[in-house]
């Protein structure tokens, strides 16, 4: 059962105070929209639950371990992973060798022919196979966000963040994108995904949370927080 507990977070930036106090629980395969102005903390608070950042004050639980102290490759080794707002892929390395990096670090005793055909399976899911070879610089904005998103795969993460992962991107990789959020949730994983696409965050999400400058002023049903005059 997943369970990710994120308690009273704080984190101030010298005399800025960016979280203030921030509570919430993702349990069993969730998928959760998080939105707010920016400059709310959404960013600030994916990089505290990933370990890039410490909190200020507060604690967060994955399925009973205590992540807030973990160093990231440890927390991704827990069981949460990430994709950036401004894509992270290794530019001079191929697509494939792209998706090998995260399973060769998860699981250093395993063959090599295994892994590869796990990101073959993973390509195949992205519908990427005819750039299995290609370099990562050479491919385009909405395909290095399909690239992250297939890392995700390899790592095998319980809770996956998405930050913007609809920016700038084509309609028809959107697709792609939407596909694969609805059915890696329907196989148990549970998402929060950071969005300012309103239509297809409130389409998608069943449950949404809201940040304000720091505070989380709503957290539910997508229906009912739309109605929330905060």
Do not use: C, W
Request: proline share 5%; no cysteine; hydrophobic share 45%.
């Amino acid at each position: 059962m997943i369970n990710l507990e994120v308690n009273d977070v704080y984190k101030n930036f010298g005399g800025l105070q960016v979280l203030k106090g921030v509570t919430f629980k993702v349990q069993g395969p969730e998928l959760i929209g998080l939105i707010g102005p920016n400059g709310a903390g959404k960013t600030t608070l994916t990089n505290i639950l990933d370990g890039a950042l410490k909190p200020s004050a507060g604690t967060v639980y994955m399925n009973g371990e205590r992540i807030d102290i973990m160093p990231p490759y440890r927390v991704a080794r827990a069981g949460l992973g990430r994709t950036f707002q401004v894509t992270r892929a290794f530019r001079r390395m191929t697509v494939l060798e792209n998706l090998l990096v995260p399973a060769m670090a998860l699981n250093m005793t395993a063959r090599q022919r295994e892994f590869e055909e796990k990101a073959d399976e993973v390509l195949e899911f992205l519908t990427m196979e005819h750039l299995r070879n290609e370099y990562a610089r050479a491919l385009s904005g909405g395909q290095q966000k399909l690239l992250e998103l297939g890392r995700l795969l390899m790592l095998d993460p319980d809770v996956i963040i998405l930050d913007e992962p609809f920016a700038g991107v084509h309609p028809r990789l959107m697709e792609i994108i939407y596909r694969y959020i609805t059915e890696v949730n329907a196989q148990g994983k549970a998402f929060i995904i950071i969005s300012h696409d309103m239509d297809t965050i409130f389409t998608l999400s069943q449950r949404l949370l809201v940040l304000n400058y720091g505070d989380l002023i709503a957290d539910g049903d997508p229906a009912i927080v739309r109605q929330d005059p905060a």
